[in-house]
């Protein structure tokens, strides 16, 4: 087994830097571009909301920060390492250790309870596993889900699965924390919840990406950037 | 670390498995059954082949045994016309190979007969065997009470027995055989002697219906055996024998000995001392009244011919763990297709391609390993059953269950991989999607 050292990234300016950044999907013999020249950067500790209509580009532009993707054209740098030179190995090393995804859908692992979802991304950084049950219950307790903990993602409301998979997010202490439309799919109240514990996050010093539809939420991000086709067309700051 | 790693991989792999009980065990059972196949056919057939090898090495390896055949009737049918049948091997045959054959360290002539005992009221068929007292040198035979013939015996044509163990209840019962008299023919034998059975051949031959201890088919299948000295049944019985046929009606044939039974010194010095037994009983015979047994060939025969029929049951047994195999490859694929989504959260997690292949083919592996340690009880208790019900003789070679338990974790790597393969390959963006 290769060693899982991650890719050293720094975190003391810019975490992310875009440059000239394009995405062009091959549907047969049809080149469709995605994203066209994104210029964009994110500094540690920063809270940014990213906005569009459907088909902006703003899933692509998610899932190339997330290193689920390599830009076409352009450079992305995560900590100062150019992404597009990294082995498929050392992205998942980077996806796993560096970055935290929120979901939409929660995605949770159905057939494992709350401990074992929340010891996933632990379990591929090669945690022991005391170390990583040990954090797992304590992330657990974190996002108030202390007496839940042998629960499977069936037996817990919408509101307690997204609060999983934050605690899922956490669990390697990432650098920046991804979330995909988190409250999408819940009620008013258990999507202030999770709001509320994001903002937390982001209080604690994390760098927090949200993708979403919803001004209110927007509102609360220090910087708004409005994609639309596949360009950044506006970036709002909020000067909290 | 791996050591954890394992564990954790084993874990997660027994419970995925676990989540779908009846699909993991009704997929193993392909693999339950392929490896009992492998098991049960292996053990059956080296019984078999055992049970033949040991059949044919109790008559000697060292053993050339030359036998005399009815020759086949004339055409013209003089053989009706003859008062008297005259063939067989003669004791100039055996002193032929005494004298004319270097490597020869024994040479035993037998009579066989088969005669009616009687002891008290009690009457059994037997074969009487008459022997010289070097007999034991080329049989397992043994004196397990009293004592075998001896040379006073042969010399003075006394009359004197020894009788096979098997006998022994049915025809004294409860008394003690020891110095007792019984009655064969018109005349009286004093049992001085108690041998130890010999496989008798009517199951016996091996993988060739022939009859290589010499007894009669004829006789029944208990029929037992009584030593007595070679020069006293020459004496008491003559060598004129009546025969009834079917074929023939009754005719008179004169029979000097059976049977001769030529030990060679080594066992390398058989097959050429064969040829010159064959080269000597060809100048002194006209009629092909005789026929020559090398256990050592039948036994190299039985081997040959077990290891073709181990070769087919192999491959019947293989054909069925490759079914398996399949069974499981087709599970498998199912079951990649539909925790796609588990699998694209797992990559966006930090999962490597090959942490996706790992777990999956760990899933495999210890689907089939299960299977395989299934289908090793199954195929150990098969053969048990097949000794008891059928009464053949079974053995379970430690070779086997190695060679089952290697073919089966093989099937779950190579019908695993594929799988695993397509798992690890699926693009995590649209596994995400997938629903």
Redesign the interface.
């Known amino acids: 087994?290769q060693s899982r050292e991650v890719p050293n990234l720094k975190t003391d300016t810019a975490i992310l830097v875009m440059k000239d950044l394009c995405k062009t999907y091959h549907l047969g013999s049809v080149g469709l571009r995605v994203l066209k020249d994104v210029n964009l950067t994110i500094h540690s500790g920063e809270y940014v909301a990213i906005m569009g209509p459907s088909g902006s580009g703003k899933s692509t532009l998610l899932?190339m920060i997330?290193c689920?993707?390599r830009p076409t054209a352009g450079e992305y740098l995560l900590g100062g390492q150019s992404v597009a030179v990294l082995e498929?190995?050392q992205l998942?090393?980077i996806?796993?250790?560096r970055i935290g995804?929120v979901?939409q859908s929660f995605?949770?692992?159905s057939?494992?309870n709350v401990v074992e979802n929340i010891e996933?991304?632990m379990?591929?950084?090669?945690f022991?596993?005391q170390a990583s049950a040990r954090r797992a219950r304590e992330l657990a307790t974190l996002v108030g889900l202390a007496d839940r903990l042998n629960h499977r993602p069936t037996e817990l409301s919408g509101g307690q699965q997204q609060r999983v998979a934050i605690a899922?997010a956490m669990a390697?202490d990432p650098l920046i924390i991804l979330a995909d439309e988190p409250t999408g799919n819940l009620d008013s109240a258990s999507g202030a919840d999770i709001l509320a514990i994001l903002d937390r996050l982001h209080g604690e010093g994390k760098t927090l990406i949200v993708v979403t539809h919803d001004e209110s939420i927007a509102a609360k991000a220090q910087r708004i950037i409005r994609l639309f086709d596949g360009r950044i067309a506006k970036e709002e700051f909020n000067g909290r | 670390?791996?050591v954890?790693?394992l564990?954790?991989i084993f874990k997660l792999g027994v419970?995925?498995l676990w989540?779908h009980r009846l699909r993991s065990t009704l997929t193993a059972l392909g693999i339950v059954f392929g490896v009992a196949s492998v098991i049960a056919m292996l053990a059956i057939g080296e019984g078999a082949s055992r049970d033949a090898q040991e059949k044919i090495a109790q008559l000697g390896s060292r053993n050339i045994i030359i036998k005399t055949v009815a020759p086949p009737e004339d055409r013209s049918g003089l053989g009706r016309q003859q008062m008297m049948k005259e063939y067989g091997l003669t004791y100039d045959d055996a002193e032929r190979f005494q004298n004319g054959i270097p490597d020869v360290q024994v040479i035993v002539p037998n009579r066989r007969l088969s005669q009616q005992v009687f002891y008290r009221n009690r009457r059994v068929s037997v074969e009487v065997i008459g022997t010289v007292p070097w007999y034991p040198d080329i049989s397992p035979v043994r004196a397990r009470f009293g004592r075998f013939l001896s040379i006073t015996d042969m010399q003075y044509k006394q009359s004197v027995c020894v009788v096979e163990e098997g006998l022994v209840k049915d025809l004294f019962g409860f008394d003690d055989p020891m110095g007792q008299d019984i009655k064969i023919g018109g005349d009286y034998y004093r049992v001085v002697g108690i041998a130890t059975e010999q496989a008798r051949s009517q199951t016996a031959g091996g993988p060739e219906d022939k009859d290589p201890t010499g007894a009669k088919k004829t006789g029944g299948a208990n029929m037992g055996g009584i030593y007595v000295p070679l020069t006293t049944v020459k004496n008491h019985f003559g060598e004129v024998s009546t025969q009834t046929g079917p074929a023939t009606g009754s005719a008179m044939e004169r029979v000097e000995l059976q049977e001769i039974v030529v030990q060679v010194r080594s066992i390398d010095r058989v097959l050429g001392t064969r040829q010159s037994v064959q080269t000597l009983l060809a100048l002194s015979h006209k009629k092909n009244d005789y026929e020559i047994i090398v256990p050592l060939e039948l036994m190299r025969r039985a081997r040959d011919v077990q290891r073709i029929f181990t070769m087919v049951l192999g491959s019947i047994a293989a054909i069925s763990l490759l079914v398996g195999g399949i069974g499981i490859m087709n599970i498998m694929m199912a079951t990649v297709s539909e925790r796609t989504?588990?699998i694209?959260?797992?990559?966006?997690?930090?999962?490597?391609?090959?942490?996706i292949i790992i777990q999956f083919l760990s899933e495999t592996l210890l689907l089939t390993l299960f299977g395989g340690i299934v289908g090793i009880i199954v195929g150990s208790a098969i053969p048990f059953g097949v000794s008891y019900f059928g009464h053949m003789r079974t053995l379970i070679t430690p070779g086997s269950l190695i060679l089952a338990f290697g073919i089966s974790s093989a099937v779950g790597v190579i019908f695993g991989l594929y799988p695993a393969y397509r798992a690890a390959n699926m693009d995590?963006?649209e596994s995400?999607r997938h629903e």
Not at chain 1, 123 to 126: C, D, I, N, S
Not at chain 2, 344 to 355: E, H, M, P, Q, S
Request: charged share 30%; proline share 4%.
């Open positions: 087994m899932n997330g689920l993707d498929d190995d998942s090393l996806r796993g250790a995804f979901f995605n949770l692992v057939q494992l996933i991304p379990y591929y950084q090669g022991s596993e899922r390697n | 670390m791996m954890f790693r564990k954790q419970k995925s989540m989504r588990e694209g959260i797992r990559r966006a997690l930090g999962a490597r391609k090959r942490d995590p963006i995400l």
